[in-house]
């Protein structure tokens, strides 16, 4: 079955230091990748994607993500977090020929000062 | 260009009654989703319009859930009459193209309270 796991729920990082959030899928079709953020009141915002080429994204915010085929992975990561990067961030995979995406549980980030 | 709206942001209900939550989509975007999450679970997908015609609503729940999209413009989805475990956050998403390569634009979503 297609699903996408983000296996931390909670990541509390201090400002200024750097972050991975992990993102995992099974997919059997060639994977179409997304990471979201949703920040308090604020709409799911796309943050970068994947559908193929070369596997190290840049995204906005400073944001970044690295496709790895051999590990079904997209992590996403940051040198440096800023407090204003505190938010609900949402792994999710799309694909050749569907239109729906499948999401992960996400992964809720605290910034401390 | 304006992005997705939704209306209400907040809606506390009674079990038994009626909500009906509105989107409405970017503009030249014939694709629109429902899509619905429950606290602490998954964000899930419950139906695609292409312009009025649904092409997908096999995410929807129940037949307790009606979905329109009148003239091809904004969505609206009814719950009646709403249960406790309909509670949840309900995003919309609109596209150009109905594909996997597509980027969907997310609106605030409408947080449904049923108590």
């Known amino acids: 079955a297609q699903s996408v796991t983000q296996p931390d729920i909670h990541i509390t990082v201090s400002e200024g230091a750097s972050l991975e959030l992990r993102c995992n899928y099974s997919?059997?079709?060639?994977?179409?990748l997304f990471w979201y953020v949703q920040s308090p009141g604020q709409g799911l915002q796309l943050l970068l994607k994947y559908f193929s080429g070369d596997t190290l994204v840049q995204g906005i915010k400073g944001f970044e993500a690295e496709f790895k085929r051999s590990q079904s992975s997209f992590n996403l990561r940051k040198p440096s977090v800023h407090w204003s990067d505190a938010a609900e961030y949402f792994c999710a995979v799309g694909a050749t020929g569907t239109y729906k995406y499948i999401f992960g549980t996400g992964t809720r980030l605290k910034v401390l000062a | 260009e304006a992005g997705v709206t939704q209306f209400p942001s907040h809606s506390v209900i009674e079990k038994g009654q009626t909500v009906t939550l509105r989107c409405d989509p970017i503009s030249g975007h014939d694709n629109l989703y429902w899509y619905r999450r429950v606290m602490g679970k998954e964000i899930k997908f419950l139906l695609h319009?292409?312009?009025?015609?649904?092409?997908?609503e096999s995410g929807m729940p129940n037949n307790r859930f009606l979905a329109e999209r009148t003239g091809g413009t904004y969505s609206t989805l009814k719950v009646q009459p709403a249960e406790l475990e309909d509670s949840g956050v309900y995003f919309c998403?609109?596209?150009?193209?109905?594909?996997?390569?597509?980027?969907?634009?997310f609106g605030p979503g409408t947080r449904l309270t049923v108590l």
């Open positions: 997919y059997g079709a060639t994977p179409y």
């Open positions: 998403a609109s596209s150009r193209a109905g594909k996997g390569t597509d980027t969907q634009y």
């Open positions: 319009f292409v312009k009025e015609s649904k092409q997908d």
